[in-house]
């Protein structure tokens, strides 16, 4: 039976969307695992995407479907995508994981593996702290996992790049005109082949048992 893996993210410009993708392509490295891409739902009203120039880059991942909490239970393993506001993550994210109350009581995602990934708009706009941040939320449902540093490029002192222990990460810009780095996307693509290498493991443990 394959391992199944859900990446759900939020994306306002799209930066964390194109980090979901390599997330995705490291992923499907791994054999016997399926990956479906998921958004949570937006909150911010249309105007504003409209005035802020949002709604012209959500088109680009229009096509990905919105996911409902329920659907989180149908997965072996999640890794969320969120940009960073403040150090933490984004109002979207968390008004979905607010929803996940019943899942929670249900103990319906202990057990599952978790991850998480980021943007932030500087170099020190809080990566870290908006990832194990998100961290807290995960503990109480049952699940996490990083990435470690078997990753060379996280120790990348060559160029300005996102990256850490906790998850793959990038900067976007304070005007958000930056695009991920090579180094940041295979540092993503190692996330998810991670995960998902980890996934399969206990998934085959699991049936055995």
Known sequence: MKTKIQV????????VYKMAEA?????????????ELFRVPELVPDEI???SGAKAAHKVFSHVPVIKPEQLANADTILFGTPTRYGNMCAQMRN?????????????????????????????????????????????????VGVPYSEAKLTNMAEITGGTPYGATTLAGAAGDRTP????????????????????????GKDAA
């Open 96 to 144: 979905f994981l607010d929803q996940t109350g019943g899942l929670w009581m249900h103990n319906a995602l202990v057990g599952k593996v978790g991850s998480v990934f980021a943007s932030t708009g500087t170099q020190h706009g809080g990566q870290e702290t908006t990832i194990t941040s998100f961290h807290a939320t995960l503990f109480h449902l049952g699940m996490v």
């Open 181 to 204: 780095s090579d180094n940041e996307l295979a540092i993503a693509q190692y996330q998810g082949k991670h995960v998902a290498k980890i996934a399969k493991a206990l998934k085959v």
């Open 49 to 51: 995407l409209e005035k």
């Open 8 to 15: 759900v993210f939020y994306s306002m410009f799209g930066h």
């Open 23 to 35: 997330i995705c392509k490291g992923i499907h490295t791994v054999k016997d695992v399926e990956v």
